[in-house]
């Protein structure tokens, strides 16, 4: 069963791995930093106070792998049948854990500067927008920097859960990240061709009415100036097309 939320989304140092003008995969998990205890005193004086232990990070795995040309065509078709020529991918990556119908996901745009998006199953695509152009102008962040396109969640085997989204992002946007709840750790987007994708394997929720915690964008211009953060600034409605 898929949860599909509307989406509420500093990063590992790992380069984006693109060939022919298409992401196939983003970094992994960054590891966690190990927990620092204080010796004890050998003078009478009281023992120095353990350091903090950080909180660990809420996303246990964010790593992608590329989906071959050959495959991502295929899935395009079964997603967009006889529209699917006239789509070029600029994203195709697997999940880092699959659910029951989601191991992947495939952006590609058109000539006018449309955008798709189809989640995958093996070799098949579907888009939960009829038609797939709908993600287009449909939200967008405060000053229409990025824009939001499907978002989902689903169970993905014991006490694991999968989150994935994707959006655009103007030329004013040099990196797109995304964090998790409460937790400020950013992650990076898979980004190219204007598009961005996230995606993550979460520890399942302990209480079921609560949920994995939410994801969160960051915007941040070429200068590392942070320009939108959808954790205090809400999205706005565009002109669907």
């Given at each position: 069963?898929?949860?599909?939320?509307?989406?509420?989304?500093?990063?590992?140092?790992?380069?984006?791995?693109?060939?022919?003008?298409?992401?196939?995969?983003?970094?992994?998990?960054?590891?966690?930093?190990?927990?620092?205890?204080?010796?004890?005193?050998?003078?009478?004086?009281?023992?120095?106070?353990?350091?903090?232990v950080?909180?660990?990070?809420?996303?246990?795995?964010?790593?992608?792998?590329?989906?071959?040309?050959?495959?991502?065509?295929?899935?395009?078709?079964?997603?967009?049948?006889?529209?699917?020529?006239?789509?070029?991918?600029?994203?195709?990556?697997?999940?880092?854990?699959?659910?029951?119908?989601?191991?992947?996901?495939?952006?590609?745009?058109?000539?006018?500067?449309?955008?798709?998006?189809?989640?995958?199953?093996?070799?098949?695509?579907?888009?939960?927008?009829?038609?797939?152009?709908?993600?287009?102008?449909?939200?967008?962040?405060?000053?229409?920097?990025?824009?939001?396109?499907d978002?989902f969640?689903?169970?993905?085997?014991?006490?694991?859960?999968?989150?994935?989204?994707?959006?655009?992002?103007?030329?004013?946007?040099?990196?797109?990240?995304?964090?998790?709840?409460?937790?400020?750790?950013?992650?990076?987007?898979?980004?190219?061709?204007?598009?961005?994708v996230?995606?993550?394997?979460l520890?399942?929720?302990?209480?079921?009415?609560?949920?994995?915690?939410?994801?969160?964008?960051?915007?941040?211009?070429?200068?590392?100036?942070?320009?939108?953060?959808?954790?205090?600034?809400?999205?706005?409605?565009?002109?669907?097309?």
């Amino acid at each position: 069963m898929r949860i599909r939320p509307i989406v509420l989304a500093t990063a590992t140092v790992a380069a984006l791995a693109t060939a022919g003008g298409m992401a196939v995969a983003a970094p992994g998990t960054p590891a966690p930093a190990p927990a620092v205890h204080a010796e004890s005193a050998a003078a009478p004086a009281a023992a120095a106070p353990a350091a903090p232990v950080p909180a660990p990070s809420a996303a246990i795995d964010t790593a992608t792998t590329p989906i071959d040309a050959g495959t991502t065509a295929r899935i395009l078709a079964s997603c967009l049948g006889a529209e699917a020529s006239k789509y070029h991918p600029v994203i195709a990556v697997r999940t880092p854990v699959a659910s029951a119908d989601t191991d992947g996901v495939v952006v590609a745009v058109d000539s006018a500067h449309r955008y798709v998006q189809c989640e995958t199953k093996g070799r098949t695509g579907t888009s939960a927008s009829v038609p797939a152009t709908f993600i287009n102008d449909r939200l967008w962040s405060p000053g229409h920097l990025v824009e939001f396109f499907d978002s989902f969640g689903a169970p993905a085997g014991p006490g694991r859960y999968l989150t994935l989204g994707a959006g655009h992002y103007t030329s004013d946007v040099a990196k797109v990240t995304v964090s998790y709840g409460d937790d400020p750790t950013q992650y990076p987007t898979v980004m190219a061709g204007g598009a961005y994708v996230w995606t993550a394997a979460l520890p399942a929720a302990h209480d079921e009415r609560s949920g994995p915690p939410a994801p969160y964008v960051h915007a941040y211009d070429a200068h590392g100036k942070e320009i939108y953060n959808q954790k205090t600034q809400p999205l706005v409605k565009g002109a669907v097309r």
